[in-house]
C-alpha cells in the first residue's frame, strides 16, 4: 500500500499544468516521428535531448517529455508499420503480418484503433507493475545471466515454427538468412572481421532498418508494381474507422496476456520490445489460434504484439531506473539524458528523488491516456491518407523511407544494399518464403550467439553451465513444451488451413 | 517522362544553395553516444560563444567503429575548412590495430582534446579483493581465475585497460580471462549478478552503484586521484603500475585545410576550453578537465597509436 | 522449376558460407565457441533446406509477364538513382528523379509525375531539414 500512496504522490507531480503539457508534446511529438520510417524511438528521443537541455526544463519534467516521446514514437512506428508495411523497428516486424494484412482488407481503420487501445493497456497495465514490482523486479534481473538469456533465445526461437506460414522448410531457410545477415561484421568476441569482404562499411554489421526497410517496404513497392500492370490493383478501401465492440471484447484475453508477458521481458536488460512482441504473438496464436488466421488479418494478431511492445517499454524504465542500467538502445539513449539532467540513476533513486521516479510513473500513465485520446480521433486521417492516387502515395512513402535511413546513416551504401534486399524480399514472396523469419534470426540472432559464447567463456566451456540454474531450466522447459504441445494439438484437432505470410495482395 | 524530368532537374538546379553552409560536426557514430554526445555539446557551445557562423550541425555517420567517417573525411572533405570530426581513444585504438584500412593517423590532422573521463576496475562490494594489489595477486597464482567483463569487444577499450594493467604487472595478457558485452551497464550487471568477478568501464558509469555501496571501485587509471565520490580510490600509480586510460574526447579536422585553417580550429578550441560555459557543459557531462590543443595534442595522438600498436602487437592481436 | 533453382542457389550460399566461415583465423580466443559456429550452423540449415526444397519442389508462383517486369526494372532503378545521385547531385535532383520515375511506372502522366516529384522532394526537405534538423546532401557538384 506504501506504493499507493507514493504514487497518488507522483499523480500530485505529473498532473501540474507543465507536466500535463510535456506529457501532451511529448506523446504528439512522439507519434509523428515515430511514424517516419526508419526513425524509431532512439532516434527521435537523440535529436530531441540537446534541445530539452537547452530549454532548461527540471528533470522531472524533462524525463516526462522523453518518455512521452518514447511511448509516442512507438505507437506512431505501428502507423506506419499497418497502413504501409514499413516496419521501422524489430518489435514492429510482427505488427505488419496482420496489421497490413488487415488494411489489405480495407480494415486499417480497426488495425491502427486495436494498436492504439492495446498499446494504451499495454501501457498502462505496466504502469501498474512499475508502481508495485519495480524493486523485486530490479533483483531478479540482475540474476539472469548469459545462460538465462541463451534459454530465453531457444524459446523465442522454438516459437518460430508459427512465423514460418505453410512451410517450415521454407521457415527454417528463412530463419537461417537472418542468422548468417546476423553474422556480418566484426566479431566482439575475437575481434576478427566476418563476411565483410574487405568492405569497411560493414564491419558494423546489417544494419536492421536497411534490412527490414529493404525486405518489407521496397519489395512491397515491387509487388505494387507488378499487380498495377496485371490489373488487379485493389484500391484501398476506407471501410469502418473504429474496432466493433465484439472485436474489442475478443481482444481483452489477448491484451492481458501481451501485457503481462511483455512487461516481464522488458525488464530484462537486452531482451526488449522485440523479444516481447514475437513472444506475445507465436504465444497467442498458439493460445487462440483456432481457425488459423493468425498472418491473414487477424486483429488479435495486432492486439498481441502492440500491448506487449508497449509494455516493454515501460519494463525497461525499471532496470534504467534502479539499476542504473539501459535495457536497450532507447534506455541507453535515456540514460544519457538523465546523467546529463544532474540525475544519477541506480538503486537509490527511488529515496533520493521521490518525486522524479514516481512523477513519472503517474506521468506515464496520463501519457498513455493522450496517446489514445490523440490517436483514436486521427485514425480516420490516416486511414483516409491511402486513398491518394497510388503514384503519389508510394512514392511518396518510397523516398521518405530513403530519405531517413540516410538522415539517420548519411550512407548511401545502405540505400544501395537496400534495394538489393527489396529484390530479394520480391523473390522471397514470389517464392513463398516467409519474411518475419528473417528479422527473428537477424535480431535475435547475436543474442543468442553473444550469450552463447558469454556463458562458454564464464564456464571454461563446460556446457553444464546452460543448464545450472531453475530460471534457465523453466525457459528450456518451455522451449520443449512448445515444440511438442501444438503437433500434439494438432492431432486431435483438424488441421488449420496453411496461413500464407507472403501472399501480398 | 524524359522531357518532365529534364524540367524538374532545371528547376531544382536553378535554386542550388550559396556555397557556405555553416559548421558540421561529424559523429562517428549513432545518436546518443559519447561521440555525438561530443559534437552536440561542443556544437551548442560554440554556437553560444558566437565562434561559429550558425548551430552547428551535427552529424551521426555511424560504421566501423569510426573508420567509415574517417574514411569520408580523408576522400570526400580532405579540404572542407567547415567540418570537425568528433575522436576519443576509441580512434587512436582503431588506427593502431589497423582496423581503418590503409589510413594512419597522419591522415588527418589533430586539433585538440577538451576534456576526458578516467578509466576504473571494480568488483562487488562483497567481493574478497580489497584493492588492486589483491586482483593483481590472484592473478599472478592463477591468471585464470578472474573473469573480467566489459563494455567493449575484445581488443576494445575496457578489454586493453586490464591487459595493460596486467602486462606491467609481469603477467602474460594473453591469459586474462575477459568477457565483452553491449555497453557498460550490461558489463556492471554481469558482475552485480555475480557472473564475473572484475568490471572494467569508466569513471561515471559506476557512480550511482558506488552511491547504492554495492561497488567497490579498485582503482583509478588516472594521474592522479579523482574528486567526488571516488577520491577515496587510489590510482594505479599507487601500486606502482604505470597505466593511465584517458578516455579523452575531442577533434580531428581534415588533413588539407592548410595551416591558415587548422591554426583557427586550434584558436577555436583554446577558447572554447577557456570558457565558463564549456567548464559548466562539461561537468554536465560528467567530464574530468583535460585540454591538449594543436602540436601538443599531435604529438599526444602519435604517442599513444604507437603505445597501442605495441600493446596489441604484443599480445598477438596484430602482426 | 523455380523451386529447384532456389533449392540450388541455397545450396550453393551455404557452401560459399561454410567455406568462407573456414577461414576465419583467430588471433585472441576469450571464448571455447568461437566465432566460426553460427556460421558453420547456419550452412547446414540452409544446404538442408535447400536440398529438400530442391528435391520436393511444392510451389511454381506465376512470374510476371514482360511489361510488369519493365515497371519494376524501373521501380528498383529508381531506388538506386536515388542512391547514386544523392551526394553528388543533391537531394532535390536525386529525389525529385527518383520520385518521378517511380511515380511514370504507376502510371502517372508527365505533369503529374513531375509534380509528384518535386513537391514530395519540397515536403521532405521541410520535414527532415527544417524540422528535424537532420542535414541532407545539396550536392557536391553544386557547392564547390
Not at chain 1, 474496432?243 to 501481451?258: D, F, K, Q, Y
Not at chain 1, 530479394?424 to 518464403?433: E, N, P
Not at chain 3, 541455397?10 to 568461437?34: H, K, M
Request: with cysteine; aromatic share 8%.
Amino acid at each position: 500500500m506504501d506504493a499507493l500512496t507514493h504514487l497518488m504522490g507522483g499523480f500530485a507531480v505529473a498532473l501540474r499544468p507543465l507536466n500535463l503539457g510535456l506529457a501532451f508534446g511529448g506523446v504528439f511529438v512522439g507519434t509523428f516521428v515515430g511514424m517516419l520510417p526508419g526513425i524509431g524511438p532512439i532516434n527521435a528521443i537523440a535529436i530531441l535531448i540537446p534541445v530539452i537541455f537547452a530549454t532548461g526544463l527540471p528533470p522531472e519534467g524533462a524525463l516526462i517529455l522523453l518518455a512521452g516521446i518514447y511511448y509516442g514514437s512507438q505507437y506512431g512506428n505501428s502507423i506506419s508499420t499497418i497502413l504501409l508495411n514499413v516496419p521501422g523497428t524489430a518489435s514492429a516486424v510482427v505488427t505488419a503480418l496482420d496489421g497490413h494484412a488487415m488494411t489489405r482488407q480495407g480494415r486499417a481503420g480497426p488495425a491502427l484503433a486495436m494498436s492504439a487501445i492495446a498499446s494504451f493497456v499495454g501501457g498502462t497495465a505496466s504502469v501498474f507493475g512499475l508502481v508495485l514490482l519495480a524493486p523485486v523486479l530490479a533483483k531478479w534481473a540482475i540474476r539472469f545471466g548469459p545462460a538465462e538469456y541463451f534459454a530465453l533465445m531457444v524459446f523465442a526461437f522454438s516459437a518460430l515454427s508459427s512465423l514460418a506460414g505453410g512451410s517450415l522448410v521454407r521457415g527454417l531457410a528463412a530463419t537461417a538468412m537472418g542468422l548468417f545477415l546476423a553474422t556480418v561484421g566484426l566479431d566482439p568476441n575475437s575481434a576478427i572481421p566476418r563476411f565483410t569482404f574487405g568492405q569497411i562499411k560493414l564491419l558494423d554489421g546489417m544494419d536492421f532498418v536497411v534490412v527490414t526497410i529493404g525486405l518489407f517496404a521496397v519489395s512491397e513497392v515491387l509487388q505494387l508494381l507488378e499487380d498495377t500492370e496485371a490489373g488487379r490493383e485493389v484500391q484501398a478501401k476506407v471501410g469502418r474507422v473504429m474496432v466493433s465492440a465484439r472485436e474489442l471484447t475478443s481482444t481483452g484475453w489477448t491484451m492481458a496476456r501481451g501485457s503481462v508477458l511483455g512487461f516481464f521481458v522488458g525488464v530484462l536488460p537486452g531482451a526488449g520490445g522485440t523479444i516481447a512482441s514475437f513472444l506475445a504473438y507465436t504465444t497467442e496464436q498458439r493460445v487462440v489460434d483456432r481457425e488459423g488466421t493468425f498472418g491473414s488479418g487477424d486483429i488479435r494478431g495486432v492486439a498481441a504484439p502492440e500491448s506487449a511492445n508497449n509494455a516493454a517499454a515501460t519494463g525497461a524504465m525499471i532496470p534504467l531506473l534502479t539499476l542504473g542500467v539501459p535495457g536497450s538502445g532507447t534506455t541507453a539513449v535515456l540514460l544519457g539524458a538523465l546523467l546529463g539532467l544532474g540525475v544519477t540513476p541506480g538503486p537509490l533513486l527511488i529515496q533520493e528523488e521521490p518525486d522524479l521516479f514516481w512523477g513519472l510513473a503517474a506521468s506515464m500513465y496520463v501519457g498513455n491516456v493522450f496517446l489514445l485520446l490523440l490517436n483514436l480521433p486521427l485514425v480516420g486521417l490516416f486511414v483516409r491518407a491511402l486513398t491518394a492516387p497510388r503514384w503519389l502515395l508510394i512514392p511518396g512513402v518510397a523516398a521518405l523511407s530513403f530519405v531517413a535511413v540516410y538522415a539517420v546513416n548519411q550512407s548511401p551504401f545502405d540505400l544501395v544494399l537496400m534495394t538489393g534486399f527489396g529484390v530479394v524480399g520480391y523473390a522471397m514472396r514470389k517464392l513463398r518464403f516467409p519474411l518475419a523469419p528473417v528479422i527473428l534470426g537477424l535480431v535475435l540472432g547475436p543474442l543468442m550467439e553473444k550469450n552463447l559464447r558469454r556463458s562458454m567463456a564464464l564456464s571454461g566451456g563446460e556446457w553444464g553451465i546452460l543448464f545450472d540454474s531453475p530460471v534457465a531450466l523453466t525457459l528450456w522447459g518451455m522451449a520443449a513444451a512448445s515444440l511438442v504441445i501444438p503437433p500434439l494439438l494438432a492431432r486431435r484437432t483438424p488441421l488449420p488451413p496453411e496461413a500464407d505470410l507472403s501472399e501480398v495482395d | 517522362m524524359r522531357r518532365s524530368t529534364l524540367i524538374a532537374t532545371v528547376l531544382v538546379a536553378s535554386c542550388a544553395p550559396p556555397a557556405s553552409r555553416g559548421w558540421e560536426c561529424i559523429a562517428p557514430a549513432n545518436a546518443g553516444g559519447g561521440w555525438d554526445l561530443t559534437c552536440r555539446t561542443a556544437g551548442q557551445v560554440l554556437y553560444e560563444l558566437g565562434e561559429a557562423p550558425g548551430l552547428v550541425r551535427t552529424t551521426n555517420m555511424p560504421g566501423a567503429g569510426g573508420g567509415v567517417a574517417y574514411a569520408h573525411t580523408v576522400a570526400q572533405r580532405n579540404g572542407d575548412t567547415e567540418v570537425l570530426v568528433a575522436a576519443s581513444p576509441s580512434t587512436t585504438l582503431r588506427l593502431a590495430q589497423g582496423q581503418y584500412g590503409r589510413l594512419t593517423e597522419d591522415d588527418v590532422r589533430w586539433v585538440g582534446a577538451v576534456g576526458a573521463e578516467y578509466g576504473v576496475l571494480a568488483v562487488a562490494a562483497d567481493a574478497p579483493w580489497r584493492t588492486l594489489d589483491d586482483v593483481i595477486a590472484a592473478w599472478r597464482d592463477d591468471p585464470g581465475s578472474l573473469v573480467v567483463s566489459g563494455g567493449s569487444a575484445v581488443a576494445g577499450q575496457d578489454h586493453m585497460k586490464v591487459l595493460l594493467l596486467a602486462h606491467r604487472a609481469g603477467i602474460d595478457p594473453r591469459k586474462i580471462r575477459y568477457v565483452p558485452f553491449d555497453g557498460g551497464g550490461e558489463a556492471m550487471t554481469a558482475l552485480l549478478g555475480g557472473f564475473v568477478h572484475v568490471f572494467s568501464g569508466e569513471a561515471s558509469e559506476v557512480e550511482g552503484q558506488l552511491a547504492a555501496g554495492r561497488m567497490r571501485v579498485l582503482t583509478v587509471l588516472a594521474p592522479e586521484r579523482l574528486g567526488g565520490r571516488l577520491a577515496g580510490v587510489p590510482t594505479a600509480h599507487e601500486s606502482g603500475l604505470d597505466v593511465d586510460w584517458v578516455t579523452w574526447r575531442g577533434f580531428y579536422v581534415p588533413g588539407e585545410i592548410g595551416d591558415e585553417s587548422y591554426g583557427r580550429w586550434v584558436e577555436v578550441m583554446r577558447r572554447l576550453g577557456a570558457s565558463p560555459e564549456w567548464e559548466k557543459a562539461r561537468v554536465t557531462n560528467r567530464l574530468e578537465e583535460f585540454f591538449l590543443v594543436g602540436d601538443e595534442f599531435t604529438e599526444f595522438v602519435r604517442a599513444q597509436v604507437e603505445d597501442f600498436r605495441e600493446m596489441s602487437r604484443e599480445i598477438g592481436l596484430i602482426p | 522449376m523455380s523451386d529447384r533453382v532456389t533449392g540450388a542457389i541455397l545450396v550453393g550460399l551455404a557452401l560459399a558460407i561454410g567455406l568462407e566461415a573456414s577461414t576465419f583465423e583467430v588471433a585472441f580466443l576469450t571464448d571455447p565457441v568461437g566465432p566460426k559456429a553460427l556460421p558453420y550452423l547456419v550452412a547446414v540449415i540452409l544446404a538442408g533446406a535447400g536440398a529438400v526444397i530442391a528435391l520436393r519442389p511444392r510451389t511454381a508462383p506465376e512470374w510476371p509477364g514482360r511489361p510488369a517486369w519493365r515497371r519494376m526494372g524501373g521501380g528498383a532503378l529508381s531506388f538506386l538513382v536515388f542512391a547514386v545521385l544523392l551526394e553528388p547531385a543533391g537531394f532535390f535532383v536525386a529525389c525529385t528523379l527518383c520520385v518521378a520515375l517511380m511515380s511514370t511506372m504507376f502510371g502517372a502522366s508527365r505533369w503529374q509525375s513531375a509534380a509528384a516529384g518535386v513537391g514530395v522532394s519540397a515536403a521532405l526537405w521541410g520535414l527532415f531539414v527544417r524540422i528535424l534538423a537532420l542535414p541532407l546532401p545539396l550536392g557536391d557538384l553544386w557547392t564547390r
